[in-house]
């Protein structure tokens, strides 16, 4: 079992930044893969980042290239998303996952609101 807590949701004006963690019970050396959701409101669940094994690829949603960086913490076992220049289309709960050993886990997520 592997466990996910997310933090750092909030209400941000557009244009400001956030930084999100997601803190794991397990090495994130470990997961062969970590990523990074969100869901708006009556919207499907997007994948917006994902860390691969070795933390030196990470892929990113076209919508947030350039204005979102995801990171890991191998020391404080936390995968990070640093997020920049938010839009109110950004607005949505943020869950973070992870894989390994062939089994998936997630958070229980955390609320990212941008308004004005």
């Known amino acids: 079992q592997v466990q996910l807590v997310e933090s ?14 997601c803190a794991s019970s397990r090495s994130v050396s470990s997961m062969y893969r970590m990523g990074w959701y969100r869901q ?7 994948l917006v980042a994902t860390i691969w ?3 030196a690829m ?6 947030v290239k350039g204005r979102f960086t995801a990171s890991r913490d191998t020391f404080n076992n936390t995968m990070y998303l640093e997020m920049k220049m938010l839009k109110p289309e950004d607005t949505g709960v943020y869950y973070c996952d992870a894989n390994v050993l062939g089994s998936t886990y997630w958070g229980q997520g955390t609320q990212v609101t941008v308004s004005s």
């Open 58 to 63: 990470i892929d990113y949603a076209d919508s």
């Open 40 to 46: 708006a409101p009556g919207e499907q669940r997007e």
């Open 8 to 21: 750092g949701g909030g209400l941000v004006q557009p244009g400001g930044s956030l930084r999100l963690s």
């Open 53 to 55: 094994t070795s933390g």
